[in-house]
């Protein structure tokens, strides 16, 4: 049974950097799709990237293109999202999740999730 646990949350200042890590236990995730969600006090869960089994298509939230990237490291079993310009709106809680179908946006399409990790970005 695959296990997600998420890292790397924490305050910054807006215009500052975090890097979120995602790493699976029990089982590997390199055959699979997996994604990072968040979701804002208020607000419902959304879609923030996701990336292919063998990292070469990759997927985002139109607002945090070409602010944050999402990466991966099968051998280690890990995803990463990196997060530049880091702006008040993405204050949130991020989940990483896998899933066993296409690149998709879709939750729906995510069997396994994550505690989530919690990013607040002051102004």
């Known amino acids: 049974q695959v296990q997600l646990v998420e890292s790397g949350g924490g305050l910054v200042q807006a215009g500052g950097s975090l890097r979120l890590s995602c790493a699976a236990s029990?089982?590997?995730?390199?055959?699979?799709?997996m994604g990072w969600f968040r979701q804002a006090p208020g607000k419902e869960r959304e879609f923030v990237a996701a990336?292919?089994?063998?990292?070469?298509?990759?997927y985002y939230l139109n607002s945090v293109k070409g602010r944050f990237t999402i990466s991966r490291d099968n051998a280690k079993n890990t995803v990463y999202l990196q997060m530049n310009s880091l702006k008040p709106e993405d204050t949130a809680v991020y989940y990483c999740?896998?899933?066993?179908?296409?690149?998709?946006?879709?939750?729906?399409?995510?069997?396994?999730w994550g505690q989530g990790t919690q990013v607040t970005v002051s102004s």
């Open positions: 990336i292919s089994w063998d990292g070469r298509s990759t």
């Open positions: 999740a896998r899933s066993n179908l296409g690149v998709t946006s879709t939750s729906r399409g995510y069997d396994v």
């Open positions: 029990g089982r590997t995730v390199s055959s699979y799709t």
